[in-house]
Structures are given as structure tokens and as C-alpha cells.
């Protein structure tokens, strides 16, 4: 388990007795590339298997957690391309994706070597909420780099115990 799932389950321990909880890898079965056909056919058809998989659940929760490391000061691939798929299932017919979304609470557990370097993805993910009309409910940022290293980031850590609580 890497530094940011780390610091992402202390913080989901301190959820209430009986708070559901679907922790779903992106990296285990990545998505197809997006396809952008916006100008072209101007619709999409309802996604299948993994991406159908990843729609059901982002419209089941109420809140929807990104946990992910500082890659180049931005998102993993893997979620990237997962948010891209929103460009998409927002041109679904019937599937109301936007309107759906704005029902949600947005999060973001992030790390990297240096809070900073953070910023151009934290900054994207509250234009995402933005966009949506979500709002971004909180951001968890810890000191990660080697293995374990959030693990001796004590604000980090002490932010983790209570990040899902009310504000």
C-alpha cells in the first residue's frame, strides 16, 4: 500500500459504525483511453464492462473520495483517464451525469514531497467540482516520497483523524 492509500484508510477508519465504503483501484483494470467525440457525434452510448462498472458506483455514493499521489503535479494516468470518461457519460442520453454529480460531495487524499507540488492537482480538482457543481467537501495532503514516509508526517496523520467529520 503506498502513502496516499495510507493516509485515505486513516481516514476512513474514523467513519462512522456502519458508513459504506467501495474502494475501487483504477490501476487494477484500467480504463480504455477516452475517445473525445464531442464535435463529431455529439452523444454516447451507455459505457459496458469496467467503464459501466465506474459509472454505477460514482453515481451510487454520495461522496466521492480521489485518493491519489502527485504525479508530475497532477493526477495519476489511471485517474485522469477515469475523469476524462466524464466528458463522456455527461453526453449520455437520459443519464443526467451533471446533475447527478452535484448531489455528491467531492475529497481528495493526496500526497507528495512537497505541498506545493500538490497545488496544480488540487487546483484541477476543484475546478472539476467547480464544474459540477459539487462541492470540494476537503483535501487530505501528506509528505509522501519513499514508502511509509506519510507515516511520519504527523499533521498529516493528525488531519487524517478527523478529516471526515463534520466541518
Given at each position: 500500500?503506498?502513502?496516499?492509500e495510507w493516509l485515505a484508510r486513516q481516514a476512513a477508519a474514523r467513519l462512522p459504525a456502519g458508513?459504506?465504503?467501495?474502494?475501487?483501484?483504477?490501476?487494477?483494470?484500467?480504463?480504455?483511453?477516452f475517445v473525445d467525440l464531442r464535435h463529431t457525434a455529439g452523444s454516447y452510448p451507455m459505457p459496458e464492462g469496467r467503464a459501466r462498472q465506474?459509472?454505477?458506483?460514482?453515481l451510487a455514493c454520495t461522496d466521492l473520495v480521489l485518493v491519489a499521489p502527485v504525479y508530475w503535479y497532477s493526477f495519476p494516468s489511471t485517474l485522469k483517464?477515469?475523469?476524462d470518461h466524464w466528458s463522456a457519460w455527461m453526453r449520455v442520453p437520459g443519464l443526467d451525469f451533471k446533475a447527478q454529480m452535484a448531489t455528491k460531495r467531492l475529497w481528495l487524499v493526496t500526497t507528495s514531497g512537497e505541498r506545493r507540488k500538490a497545488q496544480p492537482l488540487i487546483d484541477s480538482t476543484q475546478l472539476c467540482a467547480d464544474f459540477l457543481s459539487m462541492p470540494l467537501a476537503g483535501v487530505l495532503w501528506g509528505k509522501?516520497?519513499?514508502p511509509d514516509a506519510v507515516q511520519a508526517d504527523e499533521t498529516a496523520?493528525?488531519?487524517?483523524?478527523?478529516?471526515?467529520?463534520?466541518?
Open positions: 500500500m503506498g502513502n496516499t458508513a459504506t465504503q467501495t474502494w475501487l483501484r483504477l490501476a487494477d483494470e484500467p480504463l480504455p483511453p465506474l459509472l454505477d458506483a460514482t483517464t477515469y475523469l509522501g516520497g519513499p496523520v493528525a488531519g487524517a483523524a478527523t478529516f471526515f467529520q463534520p466541518r
